[in-house]
């Protein structure tokens, strides 16, 4: 099982990046998937969150309007669209698979996880 990040960059506050969570190993499809964040210093938070079959989205307040998750099962893939970036949306930002859509900060707790990307926002 792989889930692997990419698209994290450093990015001046006010800018856009799209992450990507590439999955192999197991189906894909059948999963949840969500994107949990770690900054440096603070406690782990739960970002974004989207059902197996990509009807349903849950996205938290901090980061809501500014944020979108999609998925492309043809393709295995997630996306994190972040627009509007500041300052405090700087950190390590992991994907993680689960059997149910939840809102668990907690990496440990989901089935399948990556290694993360790094988002830097800073001027």
């Known amino acids: 099982v792989q889930l692997v990040e990419s698209g994290g960059d450093l990015v001046q506050p006010g800018g856009s990046l799209r992450l990507s969570c590439a999955a192999s190993?197991?189906?894909?499809?059948?999963?949840?998937m969500s994107w949990v964040r770690q900054a440096p210093g603070k406690g782990p938070e739960w970002v974004s969150g989207?059902?197996?079959?990509?009807?349903?989205?849950r996205t938290a307040e901090s980061v809501k309007g500014r944020f979108t998750v999609s998925r492309d099962n043809a393709k295995n893939t997630l996306y994190l669209q972040m627009n509007s970036l500041k300052p405090e949306d700087t950190a390590v930002y992991y994907c993680?698979?689960?059997?149910?859509?939840?809102?668990?900060?907690?990496?440990?707790?989901?089935?399948?996880w990556g290694q993360g990307t790094q988002v830097t926002v800073s001027s």
């Open positions: 993680a698979a689960s059997n149910y859509l939840k809102e668990d900060p907690w990496i440990r707790q989901y089935d399948y």
């Open positions: 190993g197991f189906t894909f499809s059948l999963y949840a």
């Open positions: 989207i059902s197996s079959g990509g009807g349903v989205t």
